[in-house]
């Protein structure tokens, strides 16, 4: 940390000097121009791009499959808008992966390719996406999905099942974005500006949106149960569908907690959701007394169902404590 003394020029305008270490490693000298972004009781200072597009490169050459998938990936969630991916030779398998990767992200595709080359780029404006709705969107697909599962088990239906594994792509796709615009408020206090959400926001909202991936992970994993299960009795169907009411009801009231504009009743609603939790926990108890009744291999994935429940109600937990965080005064 450096300490510089704030001066007094002309009578009225105050001055402060530029460490010069800081000043060349950024390219910042006579007669460049800086942006100052109030924070709070801070003022940051960066220097004026003059433009905010990002390219990044990658030699592939050695990155086949799924690593190559993920590192696209990597590369788009880090904030690059244009990625070109390089090798000796692209292969089919590379470019199949790289498809496979664009098809996973919003707003991206293949811009180019050549022999020894793939160019692929993000033709979204950053600063036109919402982290907010990116999140109340990706609740509307979870929470669906939770719903399905429950139905796809209760009914014995193998479409809806299938409906719901097929919808987790959608939240992936969704939760890429919430990531992506979140390091964008890391990296620069423009981003955080045009968005007109603070990075501590942000911050509570990207750790929400993986509460809600997790749920709808817990959707397919239950539905990829109901293909091997065939119908279930009454009364285990019916104690099912009542804990997945109180896990749902703990997730939107989590959410209306999170997006509370009053802290009052942001805090009211994390309180209650928290509260939720600790009901379901008896329960579940209550259930799996039930199902030791049954068949045990019946009894052993219905438990397996029981335990998404009961975890997808800790997810809303979760998001309860963070609403509650982003609520309570801040120094």
């Known amino acids: 940390m450096e300490t510089r003394k704030v001066q007094v020029t002309g009578g009225s305008t105050y001055t402060v000097s530029l460490p010069k270490e800081w000043a060349t490693a950024n390219g910042v000298d006579a007669g460049s121009t800086v942006e100052f972004y109030p924070e709070d009781g801070a003022l940051l200072l960066t220097p004026r791009r003059e433009s905010s597009h990002q390219e990044g490169t990658m030699d592939v050459t050695d990155i086949t499959d799924e690593q190559l998938t993920r590192a696209v990936m990597t590369m788009y969630v880090s904030g690059f808008d244009l990625i070109r991916l390089t090798a000796d030779r692209v292969t089919t398998d590379q470019r199949r992966a790289i498809r496979d990767a664009t098809q996973n992200l919003v707003g991206v595709e293949v811009l180019s390719e050549t022999t020894d080359s793939v160019v692929i780029q993000d033709l979204l404006d950053s600063a036109e996406l919402s982290i907010v709705n990116?999140?109340?969107?990706?609740?509307?697909?979870?929470?669906?999905?939770?719903?399905?599962?429950?139905t796809a088990i209760v009914e014995n239906d193998d479409d809806i099942a299938h409906d719901v594994i097929q919808r987790d792509d959608d939240v992936d796709r969704l939760f890429l974005v919430v990531s992506r615009i979140f390091r964008a408020t890391l990296r620069s206090p423009t981003a955080a500006e045009s968005l007109g959400v603070t990075r501590e926001d942000c911050f509570d909202y990207h750790s929400s949106a993986r509460q809600l991936e997790r749920v709808a992970d817990h959707a397919v994993k239950m539905s990829k149960i109901a293909l091997k299960l065939a119908e279930i009795p009454g009364?285990?169907?019916?104690?099912?569908?009542?804990?997945?009411?109180?896990?749902?009801?703990?997730?939107?009231?989590s959410m209306d907690a999170l997006d509370a504009d009053d802290s009052d009743h942001a805090t009211e609603f994390g309180h209650e959701a928290r509260q939720m939790v600790r009901e379901i926990d008896e329960h579940t108890r209550q259930i799996d007394d039930r199902l030791r009744e049954l068949d045990p291999v019946e009894a052993q994935s219905l438990g397996l169902i029981v335990d998404s429940l009961s975890r997808c109600a800790d997810y809303g937990g979760n998001i309860a404590e963070t609403a509650l965080q982003k609520a309570a005064p801040r120094p």
């Open 134 to 150: 990116a999140v109340s969107r990706m609740r509307l697909i979870a929470e669906s999905m939770l719903e399905d599962a429950v």
């Open 235 to 253: 009364p285990v169907a019916d104690a099912l569908h009542a804990l997945y009411e109180d896990a749902d009801d703990v997730i939107r009231t």
